[in-house]
Every structure is written in structure tokens, then in C-alpha cells.
């Protein structure tokens, strides 16, 4: 058995009206991709952050977070930067919020190398370097005309289009764990279906571990080896997919999967509801 790249224990995040997460485990091997699934408010979110340790100082974390062996929540704050960027990577949910309106896409994708690899005076990244560099970061998530568009702005692109620059940016520093948090939301399915494949073929060429973390569980089928169900702050199942697809044993993740339109769904009868 592969040593797990990442392993949650007992993680609990909680705020001070509030507990998030409630003791939660699971772990991820290299080249696989976790589905967290669950409604919003569930934790899905604060657990990324956790990882990231890019919560608030409200936050109270307990529990333990090893990656690659070394644990996340104890090391000093340098050595954390260092990961966060680089080994852990991050794909946000809405583009036009993430991205800098007022700045080339270029520059962004170029500021995520410069930022995780100790500024602009790192030896090995000339001008030169760093325009190869993200070029070829373009060119691998099937951005159109890189040279002629690096000097465009978010607004110039497509909703599809401003996602890859995300995944651009995220998979430049060549991260072994990315967690993708709702990728694929606001867009529509067509699409969706581009860049889930996209993370597909990501993963498998450049060997990237993931934790996709989304609502919907047919989004997750398409791209999870596993699957973990949250629901108010606790994972109440995990399971292969395709076991938990075909024999799910919560009755919340069996409220989940009724809940989601099939092609098979009669559309004069409504959806099961998750209340």
C-alpha cells in the first residue's frame, strides 16, 4: 500500500458560535482524487482552509493534518508558505472574484510562480523564463492563442476560459496536492464537462493527488476514486465511488443521490428533498 500524501485525523474546526467540522478523518494516496461532497454549510470549505491553515484566528483547529509525512498545523509559518502555493495548491470557486480584474492574466499566472518561489530574484526564473513558463502552464490547460492573449484581461475570456486560467495558476509550481473547491459551479454543463476532463487528464500526466470538494454528486463521479459524504460538520460515510454509488449506507447519502436528476428521472414527479 502507497504512504498516504495526505492524512486527516480527528480534525475539529471550531468557531466561537460554532463548530464547522466535528472530528473528522480521511486520507489521500499519491494520484488519487477524494470527492467531499456534501450541502453548503456542511465543512467542506473549512477543511480546505484548514489544510491551507488560511482560516481565521477565531478558528480553534484540533486534530492533526500530515502531509507528506511532515504536520501542517504545527509547522512555523515560514515553512508553511512554502508549501501552500507550491506542494499544496488551490482551485477557487468563482474566477471573477478570484482573478484581478485590472491585471493581464499573464501577470497573474506569472505572479503565482514569482510568489511561491521566493520573488522576481529567484535564479532560475528570468523574464524569459517566467514568460516560458506560463506560456506552457496556458498551453497545458488548452487556454487558445497563448502568446496573442497573455496580455488580455479576465473580462476578455469566457467563463470556461477564466476557470483554466485559475487551474493555470494553481498547477504552475507543479503542486502534488490540489484541491479544487466547487470548480465547476457557475458553470454551464457543456462546459463543466471540459474542465472536469481537463482535471482528468491533468491528473493522470502529471501524477497530481486531489481532494475535489463539491455538492453535487454526479460532478464528483466523474472525477472522485473515492468519495466522503459530510453532513453538519461530520463525515457520515466514505466509500469507493462506485460502492457508494451502487450501495450507499447512510440514509443522508442516500437522500443525496435521490435528490439529483438522472436521466432516467421522471420529470412530472419532484425531487426527493434533503429537509
Known amino acids: ?34 470527492g467531499l461532497v456534501g450541502e453548503s454549510g456542511s465543512g467542506k470549505s473549512a477543511t480546505s482552509l484548514a489544510i491551507l491553515r488560511l482560516l481565521p484566528p477565531t478558528a480553534n483547529i484540533t486534530g492533526s493534518i500530515i502531509f507528506d509525512g511532515q504536520p501542517l498545523l504545527t509547522l512555523p509559518e515560514p515553512a508553511m508558505r512554502r508549501h501552500r502555493g507550491r506542494s499544496i495548491a488551490m482551485i477557487f470557486q468563482e474566477p471573477m472574484t478570484a482573478l484581478n480584474p485590472v491585471m493581464p492574466v499573464g501577470a497573474q ?32 490547460v488548452a487556454l487558445p492563442e497563448p502568446e496573442r492573449r497573455l496580455h488580455d484581461y479576465p473580462h476578455q475570456f469566457s467563463g470556461g476560459q477564466r476557470q483554466r486560467i485559475l487551474i493555470a495558476m494553481a498547477i504552475i509550481n507543479r503542486p502534488r496536492l490540489l484541491i479544487a473547491d466547487e470548480p465547476t459551479t457557475a458553470l454551464d ?8 476532463a481537463l482535471l482528468n487528464d491533468l491528473r493522470r500526466t502529471r501524477g497530481l493527488s486531489m481532494l475535489f470538494i463539491s455538492h453535487d454528486l454526479a460532478v464528483v463521479s466523474q472525477v472522485a476514486d ?24 447512510h440514509p443522508y447519502t442516500r437522500k443525496l443521490l435521490a435528490s439529483a436528476p438522472t436521466m432516467q428521472t421522471d420529470r412530472t414527479q419532484p425531487l426527493a428533498t434533503l429537509a
Open 1 to 34: 500500500m502507497p504512504h498516504p500524501l495526505l492524512e486527516v485525523d480527528n480534525l475539529t474546526i471550531a468557531f466561537p458560535h460554532q463548530t464547522a467540522v466535528d472530528g473528522i478523518s480521511f486520507q489521500i494516496n499519491p494520484g488519487e482524487t477524494l
Open 109 to 140: 499566472i506569472a505572479e503565482a510562480l514569482i510568489a511561491h518561489n521566493d520573488g522576481i530574484h529567484h535564479p532560475e526564473l528570468s523574464r524569459r523564463a517566467i514568460r516560458e513558463k506560463v506560456l506552457a502552464a496556458m498551453h497545458e
Open 189 to 196: 454543463v457543456t462546459v463543466q464537462a471540459q474542465i472536469l
Open 226 to 249: 473515492r468519495v466522503a459524504v459530510m453532513q453538519h460538520g461530520h463525515i457520515v460515510e466514505q466509500a469507493p465511488t462506485h460502492q457508494l454509488f451502487h450501495s450507499p449506507q
